[in-house]
């Protein structure tokens, strides 16, 4: 009774294949973070903190965009200074995956 109530949410996930459950993927690509959480705690200030919140974000985006994060980020911080700021968007991992 419990499914058939929910029917209507439920739907969306039987007839698109591509949609998930639950976020387990998401959880398994931050597990490399929340490892070592002890660790970050020594950043040396919030504002530090948000700097490693930052980096963590961009690297794991390009991962599960299929891009290196080593190569994409050299690759970007190379471009970023002379590139035009109503284009950064175009520096973006999943605009530079194949």
């Known amino acids: 009774r419990y499914a ?3 029917m209507v949410r439920l739907r969306p996930y039987l007839d698109h294949g591509i949609l998930e459950l639950d976020n387990n993927t998401a959880e398994r690509a931050m597990r490399s ?3 070592g ?3 970050y705690l020594f950043v040396g ?3 530090g903190g948000k700097a ?13 965009n299929g891009v290196d994060p080593q190569a994409w980020l050299a690759d970007t911080l190379a471009r970023i200074p002379d ?3 109503n284009r950064v968007d175009d520096l973006l991992p999943w605009k530079t995956a194949s």
């Open 4 to 6: 058939l109530t929910r």
């Open 83 to 85: 590139y035009k700021i």
């Open 52 to 64: 490693a919140a930052i980096a963590y974000t961009l690297i794991e985006t390009a991962k599960l």
């Open 45 to 47: 200030s919030q504002t």
């Open 33 to 35: 973070v929340a490892i």
């Open 37 to 39: 959480r002890k660790n």
